[in-house]
Nanobody
Framework: QVQLVESGGGLVQAGGSLRLSCAAS????????MGWFRRAPGKEREVVAT????????YYLDSVKGRFTISRDNAPNTVYLQMNSLKPEDTAVYFC????????????WGQGTQVTVSS
């Protein structure tokens, strides 16, 4: 199993940046594709970005391409989401996920971290 703990959310003005981190426990972290998903108020959950276990392929939601970057460091078992040029529509709870397959989530979820972008 994999346990995930997100950090790095907060309040930022439009145009600002945040970096989310997801610390994973479990010796099998390196075998999992990882992803970030989000749920905005009144909306369904959507994929933001995913990355393969090796880090050689990534997938991004169209609306975040060129602004967000997903990366991972298999030692120390952490996946990151660098978010630049943030917009109010990026406001959501962001969730880390293990086992993601391109845009589909895997079985393991973090508790989520709130990102709020003010206009």
């Amino acid at each position: 199993q994999v346990q995930l703990v997100e950090s790095g959310g907060g309040l930022v003005q439009a145009g600002g940046s945040l970096r989310l981190s997801c610390a994973a426990s479990g010796r099998t972290f390196i075998r999992y594709n990882m992803g970030w998903f989000r749920r905005a108020p009144g909306k369904e959950r959507e994929v933001v970005a995913t990355i393969t276990w090796s880090g050689d392929r990534t997938y991004y939601l169209d609306s975040v391409k060129g602004r967000f970057t997903i990366s991972r460091d298999n030692a120390p078992n952490t996946v990151y989401l660098q978010m630049n040029s943030l917009k109010p529509e990026d406001t959501a709870v962001y969730f880390c996920n293990a086992g993601a397959d391109v845009a589909r989530p895997g079985l393991y979820w973090g508790q989520g971290t709130q990102v709020t972008v003010s206009s």
